[in-house]
DNA sequence: GATGAATGAGATTTCATTCAT
DNA sequence: TATGAATGAAATCTCATTCAT
């Protein structure tokens, strides 16, 4: 790992070409790892224990991908490229194409449904977070990639709206869009501190602390 | 507060001055772990590049830690036990020992100097972070238990007085604390994602969002 | 009792043979183990040797067997399981199907029999020495079970007869067996002391030793 | 081990020299090492152990002995110069100085010392044992020597006297010493693989059976 | 003489990866 | 494509032995 952007890149834009034509098999081992790379971490799971698992010979996993890298690549690639933009997405445009009358709408239209995108995708989060600690810049540039994209384009300009409407505060555009996302990922945090979590309680007051943080009054 | 007492490196090589029944070439070679296991993880650190950084022989780490995991262990648990519970003591006291008039003054106490404790403790909060996600229940109690003796006997009498006064508002205890927390963490994690950070506007703007958010309109 | 029937090294390839689990290399290994853990003793041979004269990679030795003492265990098993019962086996049935008319008779169909079942089995029976010696409670259960069984079926309703007849001295039925075997391991011992043996004279003297000593005067 | 006769014999040479200004520490060295040595056998004990059993520095072993090899020659010089001839010699001498009027009284005389030898001596002799299975050849030559030494002075005298008698069997010298030898040390190998046994019952059956198959009826 | 930390050579073991079937 | 035995490089770990105190 850690072993510069290139190896990801190339892989990673590599993969993506091929896929599409996944056989079953295929799946039920991108399945095995995303399980064992986000329980165990990537360095502690072994090929061995994937092809268990997930079913299938040893030699399997590496008749599809090149290797352990890859693999890891492979899983994170749908991830990076359709499931993470798309809740970008969803959060930008979805959430933002309504025009909000006030922050308090604005906020109950975007915490629920981030708190439960947790819940969904917590294990490709946790393996995200793994990576991230361990330097891969691989991952690290292109999950800025793909906030910056859709943060610009879509979040970007309905924040400006609301603010030019002097109902939110304030702040630089990428500061505010920094603190809901801290907010919200305080309950991925809970999650992986193994603490009880309520999601009534949750969106209710991650909401109620956004709403009056980013109000103007 | 005082600049680099709540350091966890100081504190870290207070604490190994203190094992007296550890020689210099055993102190270096926890030294040596701390580094990389927090700047590479623990996984990717062999025992060799340890030893290479002591400038020890391989056997050396072996002579006194039983294994490897047991060398985490010992570097961890001064961190966990020592220098985390009195960073967090300060935090407690030193913070909180004011009657602040408002949440403006009360924030302000808080944000400059736990977004320069991040500075300062990157590597080893980085080594936490990384046992966090890798499942090490111990870790993960230990953290907790510093957290809650010194939030509830120091934090939160604080601001239930600050809510009763009628200046902050009225959400759960543990709640004003993750919001304080993860409203800060997000610089950890700006910089986990290599992302340029200015010290000056992150403790503007973040103070000013906390403000807000926590003041009662 | 027909020559090369009770030989172990024979019985353990046919053994090998039946384990159609185990690959070529795999028998090679267990093959390699055999000789080396039998020559040199289990702690004294490494798996670097092991390989060595298997030919294969050390890898491959543990690919199958999870670790050293592990393939200890698959050397022995088959000879404590196998071999083992069966020579025993031979030694009940064959030795004892016959009415022996006298002690003689008797003696003579057991000694030249067990004497050349130690040559040819040397190597393995030191191997199970050693094992008695750093005190393996498995390999001792097992030889003992071993022998427990088959003595009892088939050699002390023999030696009973015997006596009844009133032609063997009136001893518990397990000393007689005891005595049999430790006149003939007196062979066995002289071997494992490098001492000149003669076959001829061995056989000669502890048949009459024995012969006279079993025998009610 | 089993690397020459010369290690050994250097060794075992220079230890005897020394062998009489033993302090406290280098006994208990000698008598931790000789109950791990017979307990686990040699390669499975470590200095580490020995001197954790002795309650000394793992450096005071080696303080006094040379290294491992050397201590397990300390551990034996005594047994094979002092405790082993001199039961030899008892066995010789003092079993024999009598003239006695038949084989029964003469084996009665040896039976029952010796088993309670081996009873004493067991770890000692258990140590041999191991020694003698890992093809110590200085550990064998050193038996041997002691054995054929005291033997031929004294015991061969005596056999040949009650042979000439008509008491004993006509069967060479060396081979009456190796039925006495087998048929005692069976209690050996009894207790070798812990099963139970009878003191009084040994004693009575072994001299029975002896008397029987030595006496020339 | 006694100590035990330090050493380093070597042993055991793991595991990503290859390759013949 | 799928398999899993085989590989070998590298990692973890052990331990007899040395040496400064």
């Not at 445009?93 to 629920?112: L, N």
């Not at 009880?196 to 602390?209: Q, R």
Request: charged share 20%; net charge negative; glycine share 4%.
């Amino acid at each position: 790992m850690a072993n510069g952007e290139n190896d990801f890149q190339e892989l990673y834009k590599e993969t993506l070409k091929k896929m599409d034509d996944l056989t079953d098999k295929q799946k039920q081992i991108l399945q095995a790892a995303l399980e064992l790379f986000s329980s165990q971490g990537f360095s502690e799971t072994s090929s061995a224990q994937i092809a268990e698992r997930a079913g299938v010979a040893v030699g399997s996993v590496y008749q599809r991908f090149q290797n352990k890298q890859a693999l890891l690549v492979a899983v994170l690639t749908p991830l990076l490229t359709q499931a993470l933009p798309q809740a970008v997405d969803e959060f930008g445009t979805t959430a933002f194409q309504h025009s909000f009358d006030d922050v308090e709408s604005f906020v109950d239209a975007i915490v629920p449904d981030r708190l439960r995108f947790i819940d969904k995708n917590y294990a490709a989060l946790k393996l995200m977070a793994d990576q991230i600690i361990v330097d891969d810049q691989g991952v690290i540039n292109q999950l800025k990639a793909a906030f910056t994209n859709q943060m610009s384009t879509n979040v970007v300009p309905n924040i400006k709206r609301l603010q030019k409407a002097g109902k939110m505060v304030d702040l630089p555009e990428d500061y505010i869009i920094q603190f809901l996302f801290t907010a919200i990922l305080g309950y991925f945090g809970k999650r992986l501190l193994n603490m009880p979590v309520n999601m009534t309680d949750e969106i209710k007051h991650i909401t109620a602390f956004l709403t009056n943080g980013l109000m103007k009054h």
